[in-house]
Nanobody
Framework: QVQLVESGGGLVQAGGSLRLSCAAS????????MGWFRQAPGKEREFVAA????????YYTDSVKGRCTITRDNAKVTVYLQMNSLKPEDTAVYYC?????????????????WGQGTQVTVSS
């Protein structure tokens, strides 16, 4: 089992920045992939970004490319999502996810482990 705990959400004005954190614990291995999803009210859970723990390759959905950066801290077993130039449409609950090999990253059903979510609200 892997436990994931997110933090860093909040209320920010459009154009502002936030950094989300996700600390992993339990049976976490360097072969895992970690990702961020978000879910706005009335919408499906949407892939945002992912990082391969071994090697650090990163992947982003088109709507956040150039505005968001996913990184990891090996020592802290923590993944971060730095979000800049935030827009009101970025408002959602952001979830951290982990999996040994989620296949198609954008499919939320492929990921085994999830955090509890953290709210991000961007005001216009």
């Amino acid at each position: 089992q892997v436990q994931l705990v997110e933090s860093g959400g909040g209320l920010v004005q459009a154009g502002g920045s936030l950094r989300l954190s996700c600390a992993a614990s339990g049976r976490f291995f360097s072969t895992y992939v970690m990702g961020w999803f978000r879910q706005a009210p009335g919408k499906e859970r949407e892939f945002v970004a992912a990082i391969r723990w071994s090697g650090g390759s990163t992947y982003y959905t088109d709507s956040v490319k150039g505005r968001c950066t996913i990184t990891r801290d090996n020592a802290k077993v923590t993944v971060y999502l730095q979000m800049n130039s935030l827009k009101p449409e970025d408002t959602a609950v952001y979830y951290c996810a982990a999996d040994r090999g989620p296949g198609t990253y954008s499919h939320s059903a492929n990921w085994d482990y999830w955090g509890q979510g953290t709210q991000v609200t961007v005001s216009s």
